[in-house]
């Protein structure tokens, strides 16, 4: 049989589309849509204007499996701009996506906005959260879950449950009265109390049943203390942290510093009764704890006593904790090649970072600076600005990669990096605090951590061969952390401290991973129904 030219064409075009679709039949779309609203809230017994996601509080979890196409619909009700961002999620060449103001154009109230979002080679546990105006402080967040694909194996049973607990600690003022106060000038108090999963003491449970195994996705989402998480009689043995399959150590508590994501196992292996869950403040002059309970099916009495007791103050016993924590290298991923084919350890660093905190005054008011510089929010997203080339918004060197010792001062503060390099970060924390430190659009590698200050014979104490890969990390009080990053994803993204009054005082910044190709194998091009504010108001996105 001969074919004609047309006769060709048409049967590759035949193919192509087959293709596209067996293609995307692999990933597969889940839609959401959701509407946030004020509604008044009583985690601490008194009334409260809380941020809810159709109704709710936390938010709707997201379940979804790796690769899938996350189609989320958000309508904003309330009387201010809004963002939501994913906490965690890596926004793979799409840093448009992300829902923090450096990338994306609030939604305007009344209005809504459609994120699009990929959650490509990923697993594990995480959280979304509001991320401007303080908002994050009246609610608007809730968990997120990435499962394998039914292929690939998982280290472990699949669980008899799984639990979304987010624990945080919390004010009872509303957001509007704590951003007043920041604006102010002014520091904030030691917040009221803390919560799980958005109830005070006792104000929720836990279903088990006797002799079965439970998975709980543990997030801290609060606003600045670290919180060490227990259930009474039970131990909590670790599979995952942030998408990396652990090393399935069993700790009798947990320490989850702000920002951070845990999956522990916890079998229901004690005589069938009510058991205490409990999270309470770290290294805080006062200590603050909350319970919810562990309810046996068949339950032979309720909780009495006192909850269990943990760790307060002691940092010892916490760098210990968080220096046992490995990749399990023989797990699969996402892929089903296992964690530890990628030998981070074996690849020469180009660039050594070091960033350092500091606390101080600019004119008159309370700042917090990375290496001196604390970030002012510009009036155009950073990404619109790039992809726009609108000059005049931020400038590639605005912040040292080095600390300088000088004082604060205030600037819009980008950082750029090649793609494609591996580079070495160090967060030099010089202050009597524990740190949390998170970048959007990555995992990286913690390799070291330890007290006093990083010398360059600190990296002979690195572990180069299954340290954990995640997005946040921790610095404890006079300390230092190390972190290896591969920067294969371009694009602009948020570096800040999950201390939420500091990273709104200015403790954050942009790590803008750049390359001049322009091709979409490097970074998809702007969203078609990208929002456009500032000076890029009125310029167009491309053709629908």
Known sequence: MKLNLASVVALLLCVTISLFHIASAEDPYKFFNWNVTYGDIYPLGVRQRGILINGQFPGPDIHSVTNDNLIINVFNSLDEPFLLSWNGIQQRRNSFEDGVFG??????????????????????SFYYFPSLAFHKAAGGFGGI??????????????????????????????????RAHLDNGKKLPIPDGVLINGRGPNGLSFNVEQGKTYRLRISNVGLQHSLNFRIQNHKLKLVEVEGTHTLQTTYSSLDVHVGQSYSVLVTADQPSQDYYIVASTRFSSKILTTTAVLRYSNSAGAVSGPPPGGPTIQVDWSLNQARSIRSNLTASGPRPNPQGSYHYGLINTTKTIILASSPGQVNGKQRYAINSVSYVAPDTPLKLADYFKISGVFRVGSISDRPTGGGIYLDTSVLQVDYRSFVEIVFQNNENIVQSYHLDGYQFWVVGMDGGQWTTSSRNNYNLRDAVARSTTQVYPYSWTAIYIALDNVGMWNLRTEFWARQYLGQQFYLRVYTASTSIRDEFPIPKNARLCGRASGRHTRPL
């Open 103 to 124: 990338t994306t154009c609030p939604i305007p109230p009344g209005k809504n906005f459609t994120y699009i979002l990929q959650v490509k080679d990923q697993i594990g």
């Open 145 to 178: 879950r990435i499962l394998s694909r039914p292929r690939i194996p998982v280290p472990f049973p699949d669980p008899a449950g799984d639990y979304t607990v987010l624990i945080g600690d919390w004010y009872k003022s509303n957001h509007t009265t704590l």
